[in-house]
């Protein structure tokens, strides 16, 4: 609050919380940080006080259990409390060795709930999930022509930007087959909406 009070033009969000984080989560002492926990409940409030959208890592499920969502609630609980607050959830709330069957069935379902929840295909969402080997999946490119406007794209990159022209590249495959209206959303228009002051 301090520091978004000194130097209020720099904030576009909060974020990236790493919540439930595959081996991070399982390597953490004590209480486990999670989207539903009230130690984020300040965070939200204030993030909805002053309109800043929150980047959450919050995978849906566990690596020992990838079969099906046993941690979605925790993101839906604190999606339900703080309705007015603009969640994006990173890379669709998925991490490695995670394999949720129909998981573009549960991101659609949450999309139409929550309807200021936004999702980023970033990271191995896109080359394991939505685009695996290159080839875009039907029901992702149905559900992103759908909920465009609530997709964007995420290059996961942390200080290594010289990178961000060929991670981005890689969306070519799946882009190329979306609609003109579509294609924009996702690659700059949902960002500027959701980050833009």
Known sequence: RRAYDLYPDVWAGIGELLLRHDDLTALTLG?????N?????????????????VLLHQNVTSVS????PVYLYELE???????????ILAHCGIS??????????????????YPDLVVDYSWIIFDEIICPGG?????WLALTEEHSARICLGSDLVTRFERL??????????????????????????????YGR
Not at 65 to 68: A, G, L, T
Not at 135 to 139: G, H, T
């Open 77 to 87: 609980e604190a999606l339900r409390d703080f309705p007015r607050t603009r969640f």
């Open 165 to 194: 022209g060929p991670e981005l590249q890689r969306y070519d495959v799946f882009l190329d087959q979306l609609s003109e209206t579509a294609r924009a959303n996702v690659c700059w228009k949902t960002a500027e909406r959701v």
């Open 37 to 53: 926990h009230r130690a984020l409940w300040p965070v939200f409030e204030f993030a909805t006080e002053r309109n800043l959208p």
């Open 135 to 139: 080839v875009p999946r039907e029901e």
């Open 96 to 113: 490695r060795r995670v394999n949720v069957p129909f998981y573009h069935q549960m991101v659609r379902r949450l999309l139409e709930q």
């Open 65 to 68: 259990k990838s079969d099906h």
């Open 31 to 35: 209480d486990v940080p999670r989207a």
